[in-house]
C-alpha cells in the first residue's frame, strides 16, 4: 500500500491532509486560449491506499461529473485515509462540443495507453496515465450509455482477478458484467500496469439521471469503505446489494428499418420469446414483433424510436438465477428511486 505523503501533479504537490484543484495543461485551442483538465486532490493525513475518479473520458457522458461533485462536497472526504484524485473532465475538448470524440473525432477511451508524439486522443491518454493513473493502486471510471441510449447502472470489471472482483461486488450495482477487455480503453491499460480498475456503466449520453447518480456516489463511497479509507470510528454501513453478475450479455437488433415502439422498460425482466417491441411503418400497415432469444434483464436499450435495420434496440443479460437477479435489479431501483414529491434531489440521503 502507498503511504499518502505528497501528492505530486504536473510538478505542484499536495502535502497530507490538504486538498487543492490543479489544472493539468492539455492541447489548447486553436483560438490561443490555453486549456486544461481540472484534476481534484484530497491528500488524507492518515497513509491510506490511492484511488483516482475519472468522469467524461467520453466528452458528452456527464453523469459522471455530478458523481464527482456530489462526491466532494461530503463531510466525510476531510478524513479520508490515503488520497483520493478525481478527474470530473478528462475529455474536455468533448466537454465543450458536448461530443463523445475529440476534435480529431479520435476515441480518447480506444487510444489508451498512447503516446507523446501520437494524435491529441493519444497525447492526452498518455497523460493522464503519467500524471494521474499510474501512481494510483485503483481506480473507478465513470461511463454512460451513448447518445439516445440508456444503460441500468453496472459493473464491468475482470471478475478473474479476485482484488478487483471484491471492489466490484463492493460497489452495489445490481448487475456485474464480467465484460471483455476493449483495446485501447482506459480498462485495459490499467490491467497491463495491474491497477484493479472498476467500470461504472449507467444512465444515458447528455442527461442528468438522478438514480444513475445517486447509486454511482454510493458506489464509490462502498468501495473506499472496502479500501479502508474511511476512519474505523465511521458509523458501520448497511451492506448494499450483492450484485448478480451475468453470465452472458447480448443485443437485439432491427430486423428492419422503421418505428419503434418499446414493450419493456430499463431494468425489466424479459421471458425467452417475449414481445419486447414492434417496429412499423409510419402508415402501421405491418407489425414485425422483436422477440427474446433468452430470459433476461434489460441492460441498455435505445431511447430513439426510428431506428435503421441492424441497429442495436435492446442490450440483455443473461443469469444463471434469473429470477434472484431480477428482485436485486427491482430492490436497487426502489433503493435510489428519488422522492417525487421533492424537487431537489435528497443528496443527505446518500451520505455515509
Ligand atoms: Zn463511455
Known sequence: MKSSKYISINGEKVAPGKRATIDLPVAKLYTHANLSMPVHVINGKKSGPQLFISGAIHGDEINGVEIIRRLLKLPIMKRIRGG?????????????????????????????????????????????????ASQCNYGIDLHTAAVDRCNLPHIRANMNDEETAKLAKAFGTPVILAGNFVEGSLR??????????????????????????????????????????????????????????????????????????????????VKKNEVLGVISNPFGEQDIEIISYYDGIILGKTNLPLVHEGEALFHIARFERFEKATAKVDKFQETFQPDTSSILPEEENIIV
Do not use: C
Not at 475529455?91 to 503516446?115: A, E, K, M, Q, T
Not at 450483492?242 to 414493450?263: H, K, M, T
Open 188 to 269: 485495459k491499460a490499467m490491467l497491463d500496469l495491474n491497477i484493479p480498475t472498476l467500470l461504472y456503466e449507467a444512465g444515458e449520453a447528455l442527461r442528468f439521471d438522478e438514480i444513475t447518480i445517486r447509486a454511482g456516489v454510493k458506489g464509490i463511497l462502498n468501495v473506499m469503505a472496502e479500501l479502508g479509507m474511511f476512519p474505523p470510528s465511521t458509523k458501520k454501513r448497511k451492506r448494499g446489494i450483492i450484485p448478480a453478475q451475468a453470465n452472458s450479455n447480448y443485443w437485439v437488433r432491427a430486423p428492419e428499418s422503421g418505428i419503434l415502439r418499446a414493450f419493456v422498460p430499463l431494468g425489466g425482466s
Open 84 to 132: 483520493l484524485i478525481a478527474i470530473p473532465i478528462v475529455n474536455v475538448h468533448g466537454f465543450i462540443n458536448r461530443s463523445r470524440y475529440l476534435p480529431d473525432r479520435r476515441d480518447l477511451n480506444r487510444s489508451f495507453p498512447g503516446s507523446d508524439h501520437g494524435s491529441l486522443a493519444g497525447r492526452i491518454a498518455q497523460l493522464f496515465i503519467k500524471e494521474i
